[in-house]
């Protein structure tokens, strides 16, 4: 049991990353969701670029608050962060917004189901592992570091 608490000590931050990032991927899940359902799958960059706004301020708030604890409310320091922040996600997103296109129009991946799940959702799913991880990457070494603060 001490060993747990141990581990769960030295690893707090990334598993509040995940929790965070799974509530974040939540948000963009079902906004992307909703606009592809109301609207039909030749929206789905436009239904992604809505999720990506929304889920960066959730992201945003609950990474600075939560994740990282940057506590300092300076106007200096918060528009690095946010800044940087947003310039990160934005890479992410650029990225994950070409693995999109790509995936539409050169593989056709809505012509594909596995288990039930459209080719393109199976895209969005991969694509979003690939910008969760740079997205910490970004997060823990450039814009929260501590000793910017």
Partial sequence: MASCKKWLQKYA????YLIFGVQ???VNYLVF???VHFSGENYALTANAAAFV?????????NKLFVFQSRSWKGAVL??????FAGARIFSFL???????????VLHAEKFVLLGISGLMIAKIALSFI???LNYIFSKYLI???KKS
């Fill in 13 to 16: 931050e990334q598993i509040k």
């Fill in 24 to 26: 974040t991927t939540i």
């Fill in 33 to 35: 969701w909703l606009i």
């Fill in 54 to 62: 929304v889920a960066t301020i959730f992201a945003y708030i609950t």
């Fill in 79 to 84: 528009l690095r962060e946010f800044f940087g």
């Fill in 95 to 105: 990225l994950e917004e070409a693995g999109l296109l790509l995936c539409m129009e």
């Fill in 131 to 133: 910008a969760v991880l």
């Fill in 144 to 146: 929260f570091s501590r």
